[in-house]
């Protein structure tokens, strides 16, 4: 028996206070001029899919989208104040329901999949069934990417035909990892990392000063969740470890000094822990490529260490790691391939 994980990664509120307004959503800019104008057209596609980087605000957008289709009183977005708006705020709203990886009671720990029997239970089922007080029923489903094979070819017929008050958000920071079938039946909408200088403001919001606002904003590297929830004091520890392998990786002599590393990085949510370290080589190739970042800097140094070659394994073996993941590999094999192999 598995219960369901309530707290969202990406959502810097816990589930029973969402913000279901624009206000104090970072950056998107784009992203929200599209979707306002498809909401007030009523031209929103019954299946939306929302990727890009972890931690950027995907699951926030999604929230106050589905918050949007229920409010009394859009405009287009939500107004934040009708009785709709306060049931979703507090987690309570009963037609947005949210997919997500289920904690396994005997364990404890955080499944790896969302299996089939979620998508049966807790979408299929109730698809016959019109919403119970709201305009539509919306489901949310973060993260997609962690839908086995068999998941998603159930859902195909729901996404592709649904009824005309369901609406579908599946929210991938690794939308690479889903079936061409999934894809093609959704309208992707593509997130970017948020510019320093929205994430200076938010860390400032946070009530985060000098060297650890700065720190904050460091680590968090293009995320303000990690800001917002506090997770950029783990981001912070896992990207210098992380660094250091990029760095030192291919330095045998090295070795026994980043053993212990590694196996405390085993030991972190592994999703966490491959989207750092995808944004650590992605970092590392730019500064390669614009010859920036700091002569002395770590991302500087890491990137001239590994060379533009290398750089680019590491970044291939990243875009595997998750199908890895799924078929159990050891994490500590998992960072020994990613960066000590050349």
């Given at each position: 028996m598995a219960k369901k994980k309530v707290i969202?990664?990406?959502?810097?509120?816990?589930?029973?206070d969402r913000p279901v307004a624009l206000d104090g959503l970072c950056g998107h800019a784009r992203q929200v001029e599209l979707l306002g104008r498809l909401l007030e057209k009523g031209m929103l596609s019954p299946s939306l899919l929302f990727s890009g980087p972890a931690s950027v605000g995907k699951a926030s957008l999604a929230f106050r989208l589905a918050a949007a289709l229920q409010c009394a009183s859009p405009s287009p977005w939500a107004c934040g104040k009708c009785p709709a708006c306060a049931k979703a705020r507090k987690g309570i709203h009963p037609d947005i329901r949210i997919i997500t990886l289920e904690v396994n009671e005997e364990t404890g720990k955080e499944r790896k999949e969302i299996v089939v029997r979620q998508a049966r239970e807790e979408i299929i089922s109730h698809l016959d069934l019109p919403p119970y007080e709201g305009r539509h029923l919306v489901f949310i489903i973060d993260p997609a990417s962690a839908m086995n094979a068999e998941t998603q070819n159930a859902l195909l017929k729901s996404l592709e035909e649904p009824p005309r008050y369901a609406k579908f958000i599946l929210v991938a920071?690794?939308?690479?990892?889903?079936?061409?079938?999934?894809?093609?039946?959704?309208?992707?909408?593509?997130?970017?990392?948020?510019?320093?200088?929205?994430?200076?403001?938010?860390?400032?919001?946070?009530?985060?000063?000098d060297?650890?606002?700065?720190?904050?904003?460091?680590?968090?590297?293009?995320?303000?969740?990690?800001?917002?929830?506090?997770?950029?004091?783990?981001?912070?520890?896992?990207?210098?470890?992380?660094m250091a392998l990029l760095e030192f990786g291919l330095q045998a002599e090295r070795f026994p000094e980043l053993s212990p590393m590694m196996e405390e990085m085993a030991k972190e949510p592994p999703r966490a822990m491959l989207a750092e370290a995808l944004r650590v080589t992605s970092e590392a190739r730019r500064a390669l490529y614009a010859k920036s970042g700091g002569q002395d800097s770590a991302v500087a140094r890491a990137a001239r260490a590994r060379g533009e070659e290398s750089l680019g394994r590491v970044a291939g073996r990243l875009a595997d790691a998750p199908?890895?993941?799924?078929?159990?590999?050891?994490?500590?094999?998992?960072?020994?391939?990613?960066?000590?192999?050349?």
């Open positions: 969202d990664e990406e959502a810097a509120q816990p589930a029973a920071s690794n939308a690479a990892n889903l079936l061409p079938t999934v894809r093609s039946r959704c309208q992707e909408v593509t997130f970017g990392l948020v510019p320093r200088k929205a994430l200076e403001e938010i860390a400032a919001s946070a009530g985060l000063r060297d650890d606002a700065a720190r904050a904003v460091s680590s968090s590297a293009g995320a303000p969740g990690l800001i917002l929830s506090g997770g950029w004091k783990d981001a912070a520890k896992r990207r210098e470890r992380l199908a890895h993941l799924e078929r159990n590999v050891n994490p500590r094999l998992l960072l020994e391939r990613l960066f000590i192999v050349p």
